[in-house]
């Protein structure tokens, strides 16, 4: 277990959207970062374990961005872009 | 720094090859050699003689120890020299590493790094490989490639569409999008990519009999560095999806596995596995499969060789482009250089 701040809830990471695929998570862990391909697009939907998310058409722009906002965890991200 | 992680598992063989005969193999560099001992356990030893390097495993086994075949110097399981020729005085320095073993799910793990830090707990199970309800099929190719060429290849299946038609490839591989998944936590990488329509591809025609179009399901689970789990559900269209807790009656399963391990850092051992839970035992379709996961390795090993020149000729001024098919490759590389920065830090340490 990570000392990281609590992780977000299954229901940040699951939000429903019709543009994305269905919400299945595949690993149940407290940090998982995931990746979606925003359907009939080339968009990349990246969810932090914090719940906060972002677009990008480039996955090494994502992975960074994904890695790359520890400030915004723990606040209240509602799985937005 | 050697490109591989050090402090981690890695296979070195299946348990089937490890016997009571000495059995050399080079793993991240080491050279090693093998045996199963008469109460059935696994050793490894370094296999150099500690006299005049001669390699062990070209030497004989007798009563669990090790005589080496050039002078005779004796070790028992433990690597302690316990004769040498012509007199009765052994140097205490007279040893040769022993190496940490696990053997589990068929699979037998060497620890290269720290002994102490040999943690078995941490070694990912593939418990499938090692049972009744399973059908097993395995192999192992010589790979002339550095071992994170392969890890790239097998991160994307997207490539079976152009390097295995005919085979495992069909189009809908490559137009299907993927998720990706990492537990930064467990370091897991998970890619799914799940095809409600699709061609069915000989390699699971033939096998199972589906004549018509399947839904096909291929979710990756890698266990950076060694470890890489293709859970592959294939059901005719219409199946209902499986549901959580109950038999997943109407699908057929297939366990594919490779322990991706580094033999140098310009050659790899590409272990192969194909595991069902249909036509148990079916000699047919065990070879059926089997030869044609063979051609399919074989097909990749053809073309990470030739790619393997290309990068060590450019590695200079090397250049790549990465596009959303490689999403989870660029994930298994990143944890793949945190492990390798870990396994320094504890080794300068020490």
Redesign the interface.
């Known amino acids: 277990m990570s000392a990281r701040s609590a992780p977000a809830t299954a229901e940040q990471h699951t939000l429903v959207r019709a543009d994305l695929p269905p919400p299945r998570r595949m690993l149940s862990g407290d940090h998982v970062y995931r990746v979606v391909w925003k359907l009939a697009t080339d968009v990349l939907v990246g969810y932090c374990w914090c719940g906060e998310s972002h677009e990008s058409e480039d996955p090494i722009e994502l992975w960074e961005w994904l890695l790359d906002h520890p400030d915004t965890h723990g606040s209240d991200g509602d799985g937005s872009a | 720094m050697p490109s591989w992680p050090v402090n981690q598992w890695y296979v070195a063989a299946y348990s089937q090859d490890i016997k009571d005969e000495l059995f050399g193999r080079t793993v991240c560099g080491e050279p090693l050699v093998f045996y199963r001992t008469s109460d059935g356990e696994v050793v490894a030893l370094a296999d150099r003689c500690v006299h005049r390097r001669y390699p062990l495993s070209r030497s004989q086994l007798v009563d669990d120890q090790v005589v080496c075949g050039y002078h005779g110097f004796t070790y028992d399981k433990t690597g302690r020299c316990v004769a040498v020729p012509g007199q009765t005085r052994i140097p205490r320095s007279a040893r040769v590493p022993a190496w940490p073993v696990l053997e589990q799910d068929s699979l037998v793990w060497v620890w290269i790094g720290d002994p102490e830090l040999a943690d078995t707990s941490r070694v990912p199970r593939a418990p499938w490989l090692d049972s009744t309800a399973y059908t097993t099929v395995r192999g192992m190719e010589p790979l002339k490639a550095r071992y994170d060429l392969l890890v790239d290849n097998l991160l994307d299946l997207s490539h079976e569409t152009y390097l295995h038609g005919g085979y495992i490839g069909t189009p809908e591989v490559a137009e299907t ?10 370091q ?1 990488v ?1 890619v ?1 990519r799940h095809m409600d329509d699709a061609e069915c591809p000989p390699f699971y025609a033939k096998s199972t009999g589906i004549e018509g179009r399947i839904t096909r399901w291929q ?1 990756i689970e890698y266990h950076p560095p060694c470890l890489y789990l293709l859970h592959s559900r294939v059901a005719p269209v219409g199946t209902p999806d499986p549901v959580e807790g109950q038999p997943d009656d109407g699908a057929f399963h297939v366990e594919v596995a490779y322990a991706i391990t580094p033999e140098t850092e310009h050659s790899t051992h590409d272990f192969w596995m194909v595991a069902r839970d249909f036509a148990l035992g079916d000699r047919e379709v065990s070879d059926f499969l089997a030869e044609n996961n063979r051609t399919v390795v074989l097909q990749d090993v053809d073309a990470l060789d030739v790619l393997e020149v290309v990068v060590e000729g450019e590695k200079d001024n090397y250049q790549e482009l ?3 098919i ?2 989870g490759g ?2 298994a590389r ?1 944890i793949l250089k945190q492990q390798r920065e870990a396994g320094a830090a504890v080794t300068a340490e020490a």
């Open positions: 999008p993927i998720t990706t998944e990492v537990d930064e936590d467990a897991v998970y799914s979710d990465s596009i959303n490689d999403t660029l994930a990143r």
